[in-house]
């Protein structure tokens, strides 16, 4: 299976402008995402697909590609497809890794893949991993997700999912504590997918959906489809920067890894 890996990377995030160039430990954030999906496991080619120069340049100058794309598409998977189109090549699978994800281990790309390659009528992949603590599921941007005995998703949430009906954690703003057993319930969302191409061409054809809408939650597009989405299992956490503040705890996942100093 030849493995296409895109990141899509736009310059003008409303909440940290240049996001994708702001440094982690001494490097571009891009690079550090880049770098992972190279090293992961079953992926042939990564690009980065960006709709600014600046962006363009700083991955050419660390030796990756990237591809232009339209500043007018309107999110990141309208991006990976445009830039599986601009490539003009054959590949069964395509990846879409946030940018701004610079703790994606390589091997939660390679689960990803693997499951893609295990389950061949499986058009939609992501990943999750496990909550390490109670708190964190009352994050919203920690995002929750549920999933049927055949580790497919049945719902995506910013809520807390499934709902604890005897437990105290969820009666009003009570959050004390969750025995090891109960928070083993609840799974947290990370940041890729991957697509069979006619999948990836599909699912933007599709208009947004209220229940995506409502949770800003664009994965939620497909469930509402009926295209099926596979839940490839990691343990290793990877942490989204969507402002400059949650750049301290990106670098401390990488220091924690060895990957940063």
Not at 94 to 99: E, H, R
Not at 135 to 148: G, I, Q, S
Request: proline share 9%; glycine share 6%; net charge negative.
């Amino acid at each position: 299976m030849r493995t296409l890996a895109v990141l899509p990377s736009r310059y003008q995030a409303s909440r940290f402008p240049g996001k994708p160039l702001a440094l982690i430990a001494g490097r571009p954030m891009i690079q550090w995402v880049y770098e992972a999906a190279s090293r992961a496991e079953g992926v042939d080619r990564v690009v980065v697909a960006t709709d600014d120069d600046r962006i363009a340049a700083a991955v050419r100058g660390f030796g990756g590609e990237a591809v232009l794309t339209d500043p007018a598409l309107p999110s990141g998977t309208d991006r990976t497809a445009a830039a599986l189109e601009a490539l003009g090549e054959p590949f069964d699978c395509v990846l879409n890794i946030q940018g701004d994800e610079p703790a994606m281990h390589p091997g939660t790309i390679a689960a990803v893949v693997a499951l893609m390659v295990a389950q061949p009528d499986l058009p939609m992949a992501t990943a999750a991993c496990p909550f390490l603590h109670a708190d964190e599921l009352f994050n919203p941007n920690a995002v929750k997700v549920v999933v049927d005995d055949r580790q497919r998703a049945l719902y995506f949430s910013r809520s807390p999912i499934p709902y604890l009906r005897n437990s105290t954690i969820f009666a009003a703003d009570f959050r004390p504590w969750l025995a090891p057993e109960q928070l083993a319930h609840f799974q947290r969302h990370l940041g890729l997918y991957a697509y069979r191409p006619e999948a990836l061409r599909a699912f933007t054809r599709l208009p947004p959906h209220p229940l995506e809408q409502l949770e800003m939650l664009e994965q939620l597009r497909a469930l509402a489809a009926g295209i099926p989405i596979g839940v490839a299992r990691t343990p290793h956490l990877s942490l989204g920067v969507d402002v400059p503040g949650d750049v301290a705890a990106a670098e401390a996942l990488l220091r924690e890894r060895g990957l940063a100093r």
